[in-house]
């Protein structure tokens, strides 16, 4: 495959709500995005993934779109974000819109008219007669039946989310056209591409009880691109949940002419009980999470193209969940961050995980905001689960962890917002010491791992292109080689906080990165401190 922009870039996820506030009403807005941009540039990265910025009504924070060309009064307006799209692209910084085009907000126009009757509109969406009661019973990834009933019209409507998300119905072709007028629209304003949400849905077939991966999926996004995306330089990721190897080429392929990569999740499902949910835990097993990472690397064809991921705003922070925040937190942080920013694929950094953020613990359900966890701690409690088990699922995967506002520095509320203003979200205390400030201060921060990590995958084509292989080694070392055009390097990890010790039959000739200030020469014999992580050239 030709070589393109978006597989030599480095990405970075803002969630705008919580990003920066420029006018004081303790809300992240796009001017704040604007003024931070400087900081982005010193990371170094190509791209952003803008969550959702359009008009919502913020049941779902966003993911619920009441008009998709207009901006949520809330972030500011359309020309904040024509400015914003101006000064990014004048850094080099393209932005990347997230189009959630799944479902709209139940405040969208087109389902108010299709309350009303309007059989143009009614056909917008996914109505059913009420006849037999309940269509089927397919539930919503939130909770409860996938049917809401509208009792003035005697008939159900379809939502795979909250039932203020109802579902559009791709079958039409007039909701199609919609779409293709919406992503042209952001094209004219100089977006650089989307991030389409759950897109994987849009094939269902719900009275077959299809839903991911639908027989018209395919020739939806192929349409799509004719429509929209031949002949331009964009890149469109698939928010695809049960993306494999095997399947991710019939999004990717360029002979498609489909999407640019795919965001697979098999690796965040390595902490829940199998086939269960994301809140039925279970401890990381290491060596899982490099069969499933390796599988990654190894079994994509060359047609395909995925990116590469931690966290995001809907998991929690990397460094609470699979890292040492107690003990090792910048040694664990880097550690991670080299492991994945080493791997092939497009690496996406969600904002703060440069700065060693954390999971913000939660112990009344007044201080949740996510409507998932909320749903969750209902239904939990009406099946009179105990709290403690609740508290700790939410804490330990809710997505409000990932959502509290970003730790600019140790002023009041972390920068995020003016002295005497309440952030729409309360602020990690961590912040005092976690915080952009104080990781720009100190030359061996993890901000500045991560700032190498982007340099390094510019400078070396190897670690775009390089051919991966796994080492054979005990559980809790991650070690694997990359090698391009003669070169060959071995990235070495300590998954673990307790001392390893290790014999590689290599030698050294470069040190690359580490997490500890260390060079490496014979590999014969290594003991590796907790989480100690390197790379290192070997020919
Ligand atoms: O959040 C999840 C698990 O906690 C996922 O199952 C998530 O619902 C799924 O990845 C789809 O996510 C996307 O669409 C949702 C929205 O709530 C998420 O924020 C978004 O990333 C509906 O639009
Ligand atoms: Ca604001």
């Given at each position: 495959?030709?070589?393109?922009?978006?597989?030599?870039?480095?990405?970075?996820?803002?969630?705008?709500?919580?990003?920066?506030?420029?006018?004081?009403?303790?809300?992240?807005?796009?001017?704040?995005?604007?003024?931070?941009?400087?900081?982005?540039?010193?990371?170094?990265?190509?791209?952003?993934?803008?969550?959702?910025?359009?008009?919502?009504?913020?049941?779902?924070?966003?993911?619920?779109?009441?008009?998709?060309?207009?901006?949520?009064?809330?972030?500011?307006?359309?020309?904040?974000?024509?400015?914003?799209?101006?000064?990014?692209?004048?850094?080099?910084?393209?932005?990347?819109?997230?189009?959630?085009?799944?479902?709209?907000?139940?405040?969208?126009?087109?389902?108010?008219?299709?309350?009303?009757?309007?059989?143009?509109?009614?056909?917008?969406?996914?109505?059913?007669?009420?006849?037999?009661?309940?269509?089927?019973?397919?539930?919503?990834?939130?909770?409860?039946?996938?049917?809401?009933?509208?009792?003035?019209?005697?008939?159900?409507?379809?939502?795979?989310?909250?039932?203020?998300?109802?579902?559009?119905?791709?079958?039409?072709?007039?909701?199609?056209?919609?779409?293709?007028?919406?992503?042209?629209?952001?094209?004219?304003?100089?977006?650089?591409?989307?991030?389409?949400?759950?897109?994987?849905?849009?094939?269902?077939?719900?009275?077959?009880?299809?839903?991911?991966?639908?027989?018209?999926?395919?020739?939806?996004?192929?349409?799509?691109?004719?429509?929209?995306?031949?002949?331009?330089?964009?890149?469109?990721?698939?928010?695809?949940?049960?993306?494999?190897?095997?399947?991710?080429?019939?999004?990717?392929?360029?002979?498609?002419?489909?999407?640019?990569?795919?965001?697979?999740?098999?690796?965040?499902?390595?902490?829940?009980?199998?086939?269960?949910?994301?809140?039925?835990?279970?401890?990381?097993?290491?060596?899982?999470?490099?069969?499933?990472?390796?599988?990654?690397?190894?079994?994509?064809?060359?047609?395909?193209?995925?990116?590469?991921?931690?966290?995001?705003?809907?998991?929690?922070?990397?460094?609470?969940?699979?890292?040492?925040?107690?003990?090792?937190?910048?040694?664990?942080?880097k550690m991670l961050a080299i492991l994945l920013h080493m791997m092939k694929g497009t690496p996406f950094i969600y904002q703060g995980e440069e700065l060693g953020m954390t999971n913000q613990e939660v112990s009344d359900i007044k201080q949740l905001d996510d409507i998932e966890s909320i749903n969750y701690y209902t239904k939990e409690r009406a099946n009179n689960t105990k709290t403690a088990k609740i508290w700790q699922a939410i804490n330990t995967k809710g997505r409000?962890?990932?959502?509290?506002?970003?730790?600019?520095?140790?002023?009041?509320?972390?920068?995020?917002?003016?002295?005497?203003?309440?952030?729409?979200?309360?602020?990690?205390?961590?912040?005092?010491?976690?915080?952009?400030?104080?990781?720009?201060?100190?030359?061996?921060?993890?901000?500045?791992?991560?700032?190498?990590?982007?340099?390094?995958?510019?400078?070396?084509?190897?670690?775009?292109?390089?051919?991966?292989?796994?080492?054979?080694?005990?559980?809790?070392?991650?070690?694997?080689?990359?090698?391009?055009?003669?070169?060959?390097?071995?990235?070495?990890?300590?998954?673990?906080?307790?001392?390893?010790?290790?014999?590689?039959?290599?030698?050294?000739?470069?040190?690359?990165?580490?997490?500890?200030?260390?060079?490496?020469?014979?590999?014969?014999?290594?003991?590796?401190?907790?989480?100690?992580?390197?790379?290192?050239?070997?020919?």
């Amino acid at each position: 495959m030709t070589s393109k922009w978006w597989q030599q870039s480095v990405f970075y996820q803002i969630y705008p709500r919580s990003f920066q506030d420029s006018n004081h009403d303790g809300i992240g807005d796009l001017n704040g995005i604007t003024a931070r941009l400087p900081y982005l540039k010193e990371l170094g990265i190509d791209a952003i993934w803008l969550s959702p910025v359009f008009a919502s009504p913020n049941v779902d924070n966003g993911y619920d779109v009441s008009d998709y060309c207009a901006i949520m009064p809330e972030f500011g307006t359309m020309e904040d974000m024509e400015e914003l799209i101006t000064a990014a692209n004048n850094m080099g910084i393209k932005i990347i819109m997230d189009l959630v085009v799944n479902h709209t907000s139940s405040e969208h126009p087109w389902f108010k008219k299709a309350l009303a009757g309007d059989p143009h509109y009614k056909d917008y969406y996914i109505f059913r007669s009420d006849k037999k009661g309940l269509p089927n019973d397919l539930n919503s990834f939130f909770g409860g039946s996938a049917w809401e009933y509208v009792p003035e019209r005697k008939e159900y409507y379809f939502h795979l989310f909250a039932k203020e998300q109802p579902d559009l119905n791709w079958e039409n072709p007039a909701v199609r056209k919609e779409v293709w007028q919406i992503m042209n629209f952001w094209l004219q304003k100089g977006v650089g591409g989307f991030r389409l949400d759950v897109i994987e849905l849009i094939g269902k077939i719900p009275d077959q009880k299809i839903i991911g991966d639908g027989p018209l999926l395919h020739p939806y996004l192929q349409e799509m691109y004719r429509e929209v995306l031949a002949e331009k330089d964009v890149v469109t990721i698939g928010e695809t949940g049960s993306v494999t190897p095997l399947t991710a080429p019939l999004y990717t392929d360029p002979n498609r002419k489909e999407l640019s990569m795919v965001f697979q999740f098999q690796h965040m499902a390595l902490d829940e009980v199998p086939q269960t949910s994301k809140w039925n835990l279970k401890k990381l097993d290491v060596s899982e999470l490099k069969t499933v990472l390796s599988r990654w690397q190894t079994q994509l064809p060359a047609t395909a193209w995925n990116s590469l991921f931690w966290s995001n705003h809907d998991q929690p922070r990397i460094l609470s969940r699979w890292g040492n925040p107690d003990c090792y937190p910048v040694e664990s942080s880097k550690m991670l961050a080299i492991l994945l920013h080493m791997m092939k694929g497009t690496p996406f950094i969600y904002q703060g995980e440069e700065l060693g953020m954390t999971n913000q613990e939660v112990s009344d359900i007044k201080q949740l905001d996510d409507i998932e966890s909320i749903n969750y701690y209902t239904k939990e409690r009406a099946n009179n689960t105990k709290t403690a088990k609740i508290w700790q699922a939410i804490n330990t995967k809710g997505r409000d962890n990932a959502r509290t506002p970003m730790q600019w520095s140790a002023a009041q509320h972390a920068g995020f917002t003016t002295a005497n203003v309440t952030p729409w979200y309360p602020i990690n205390p961590n912040y005092t010491t976690i915080n952009a400030a104080a990781c720009l201060q100190d030359k061996n921060s993890i901000f500045y791992t991560y700032q190498k990590l982007i340099r390094l995958r510019k400078e070396q084509p190897l670690i775009v292109w390089g051919d991966y292989h796994l080492l054979n080694t005990a559980e809790t070392i991650f070690a694997y080689t990359r090698s391009y055009q003669g070169e060959t390097w071995l990235i070495c990890a300590n998954f673990s906080a307790s001392e390893q010790t290790l014999s590689l039959p290599y030698t050294a000739k470069q040190t690359i990165i580490t997490n500890y200030p260390s060079t490496y020469c014979k590999l014969e014999q290594l003991t590796l401190r907790p989480y100690e992580t390197f790379v290192v050239k070997l020919h």
